[in-house]
């Protein structure tokens, strides 16, 4: 591949279902095929415009977007290599992260900041009861971004581990004994990924690389739906 590991922020500022209708028809069909499953609009709509991203990657470095369910899609090119994609949405905003072939991993989520009922039991459930590290540091400052960095953290382990169990977020101590951040570790090799946190708004972007820092775009709706009609968006990209 020939692109830097990337991750696209769009936000959806129009409501538009005729524009939509028109876009949909642009993706391949088996990509119609999966959106076609979703029932509820709102969840169904997010995806499209996820779907959109990837695909605008797919034309501007000539690859072949294909779905691989129940898991997000990929990238592959002429000689079938595949390029990691992953996929999250929360509100109006959605995040696609793009892996490149020097750093092949891409995990992400993104979340809306909001009260939590209960931090100790949400924690628990989520990261296990061994992992306190967001509840001690809530119930020291009330500061609940502990709390969402692992919840992301999470939730992008489970979306690279594509129903395995390599990946898993671990509890981690000092020399002292003393509980630290926890870590998502590649439970094959041992290794530490590299997690990158972005405060956007109210939304926290959690990124999983195994080193590098992703490059970030942001864009709109309305800016990719142009992009994707114009004759210099729709030349190339399979669509089959």
Known sequence: MSFHNQVTLLTVDVNDPDLEQTLLKRLPEATRSRLAAFTHPQRR????WGRLIAFDLACKYRLELIETPPFPPRLR???GRLTALCIAHTGEKIAVGAADDE???????????RPVRSVAGMSEMAFGADIQWATRLYEKTGDLEPFFLLWGMKEAEI???RGTNRYKLSRQCNENGEERRPEVIDLDTGE?????NHAIGQERLTVLTRRKEPLYFTTTASELARRLLSSEGMH????R
Do not use: C, I, Y
């Open 45 to 48: 709509r997010q995806t499209l």
């Open 77 to 79: 090119d002429q000689l």
């Open 103 to 113: 750093d092949p991993l891409m995990g992400l989520d993104l979340e809306t900041l």
């Open 159 to 161: 979306k690279l581990n």
């Open 192 to 196: 530490r990924l590299a997690v990158h």
């Open 236 to 239: 190339h990209g399979k669509s």
